[in-house]
């Protein structure tokens, strides 16, 4: 059984950033696809960016945060990481880690692939 441990959210001020760590048990994260999410109020949960598994590691991003976001990974911290830059109040939203044994290339981005999720973790971006 995976258990995720999404945190790190807080406020920002638009153009700045935060840092989102994925902590991960039961598990190790170079053998699991995993993918961060947000979901904003009433909107449906949207795909940010994923991460494949082992020594891969391809990357995929969303069109709205390419070149704005990174995500990486700590194989000896068993973390995944979302650096999160020049952030707009767009950006605000709950951000779900999430992780699946299995990838899905062009679909990272659909929630239904992932099965395992952290708990979400609140950003906040103010003009």
């Known amino acids: 059984q995976v258990q995720l441990a999404d945190t790190g959210g807080g406020s920002a001020q638009a153009g700045g950033s935060l840092t989102l760590p994925c902590a991960a048990s039961?598990?190790?994260?170079?053998?699991?696809?995993m993918g961060w999410f947000r979901q904003a109020p009433g909107n449906d949960r949207e795909g940010v960016a994923a991460i494949y598994r082992g020594s891969d590691a391809t990357v995929y991003y969303a069109d709205s945060v390419k070149g704005r976001f990174t995500i990486s990974r700590d194989d000896g911290k068993n973390t995944v990481y979302l650096q999160m830059n020049t952030l707009n109040p767009e950006d605000t939203a709950m951000y779900y880690c999430a992780a699946s044994p299995r990838c899905f290339g062009d679909n990272w981005y659909r929630a239904v692939h992932y099965i395992y999720w952290g708990q979400g973790t609140r950003v906040t971006v103010s003009s």
């Open positions: 039961g598990y190790t994260v170079n053998t699991l696809c």
